[in-house]
């Protein structure tokens, strides 16, 4: 039986308390079996805990273990070329004509075995652990054949066997419309994406099913036949959606009950309403946002005015958000969006837990798994205040360090 008590912290509880942060002052923590199993006021303490193995943290804040709940960490080769290409004035056409694009990234993981897409993928998890996190999600959607996409998923699973980190896995079949299928969505849908899920359900590779609905990929009756099978399946679903144009992406999802729907730049009132209803949780990705040039924010005053919950997420993937730093993540959702310091760290514990489905995480409380972040910071504001700063003291994973 594995016992411990943090004590002298400064513990940002994230609850829903109505205090800011759920902050609790000169607090403390105690962890039995990888579970929180007492949290409040050192004062307060228990009697039963004062034997536990004691550990004075001296001040220092602890937040639950970050959450990174929209990345594609797991993918073959790089686009930096295509980086370099595009501000030497190369246009889009010109990119692709050149070989670049997702065209690229699909090839380069298609020709990646699954050893090489997971010792790919490790460096950039193990950034993100680094600062903290303790769980991320990780789709598919590079590989856009059934042998490709199934080895995507099983590098991702394999990532919580390698290292110490809980890993959602997302099935994005239905992210783009492969070169052998130009011009025929439908039948890439049919002949290819719908039966890769049933497989990477059957091998236990999927806790959520996502899609893009756009105009340069899929259209909302195109994804609902996708969350059609989800729904036949029972897996949850969650939507790349409203990143380019307003197709009404949104409202299909939460009609769906979707987890999150994400990027929503260009998310109307009647979207959000539809969230509100569903209870989807809306994730921003202001990576992609920056490394775009977009000019077109979420709409993030109705979301608040309608109560949907507001995640953050790196996007973490090799054209669009090359980013693999939750901190500057939540930097850049306070200076591009607007967002408080405290919607920026709900938004990767509390919210991006909720985004995933995750019941026992985001927020310190008994029955909660011991999944904490110690900072040598004094108030939370400073986790979104700095840029290019790692303020991590240490990273409790289970309860264990």
Not at 36 to 50: D, Q, V
Not at 218 to 247: T, Y
Request: some cysteine; hydrophobic content about 40%; aromatic content about 6%.
């Amino acid at each position: 039986m594995s016992q411990r008590v943090l004590t002298n912290a400064t513990l940002a509880t994230l609850t829903e308390t109505g205090e800011s942060y759920g902050l609790i002052e000169d607090g403390a923590l105690a962890i039995e079996d990888g579970k929180i199993c007492w949290c409040g006021k050192g004062l307060e303490l228990p009697e039963r805990y004062s034997d536990w193995p004691c550990d004075d943290l001296q001040g220092r804040l602890v937040t639950p273990g970050l959450i990174d709940c929209h990345t594609h960490v797991v993918f073959g080769g790089d686009r930096a070329r295509e980086f370099e290409m595009r501000l030497e004035g190369a246009s889009y056409e010109e990119v692709a004509r050149a070989g670049g694009g997702i065209v690229s990234t699909v090839k380069a993981t298609r020709e990646a075995s699954e050893d090489e897409l997971l010792q790919l993928a490790l460096p950039r998890v193990d950034a993100l652990i680094a600062e903290g996190v303790t769980s991320l999600e990780i789709k598919s959607g590079y590989g856009l054949d059934r042998d490709t996409e199934l080895r995507m998923l099983r590098a991702a699973r394999r990532i919580a066997v390698e290292r110490p980190v809980n890993v959602r896995t997302s099935f994005l079949g239905a992210h783009a419309i492969p070169p052998e299928f130009k011009d025929r969505p439908d039948d890439y849908l049919k002949e290819v994406c719908l039966p890769a899920l049933k497989a990477a359900h059957a091998e236990g590779l999927v806790d959520a099913v996502d899609g893009f609905c756009e105009g340069i990929a899929f259209s909302p009756a195109q994804i609902a036949l996708v969350f059609d099978k989800a729904r036949e399946l029972g897996i949850p679903v969650k939507l790349h959606a409203e990143q380019l144009s307003n197709l009404g992406g949104t409202a299909l999802a939460a009609s769906y009950g979707a987890l999150s729907a994400d990027h929503l730049e260009y998310l109307d009132e009647a979207g959000v309403k539809a969230m509100a209803s569903s209870g989807s949780v809306a994730v921003l990705l202001p990576g992609a946002f920056y490394t775009l040039h977009e000019t077109q924010q979420p709409p993030l005053a109705l979301l608040r005015q309608h109560k949907v919950p507001v995640a953050l997420a790196t996007d973490c993937n090799p054209g669009s958000s090359p980013l693999a730093s939750l901190l500057l993540t939540m930097n850049m959702g306070c200076t591009l969006f607007r967002m408080t310091p405290e919607e920026a760290l709900a938004g990767v514990t509390r919210e991006a837990a909720k985004a995933l489905g995750l019941n026992d995480q985001g927020t310190l409380k008994a029955g909660n798994r011991a999944d904490l972040a110690v900072w040598n910071v004094r108030h939370p504001a400073e986790l979104s205040y700095r840029i290019g700063f790692n303020a991590l003291e240490k990273r409790i994973f289970g309860g264990s360090e």
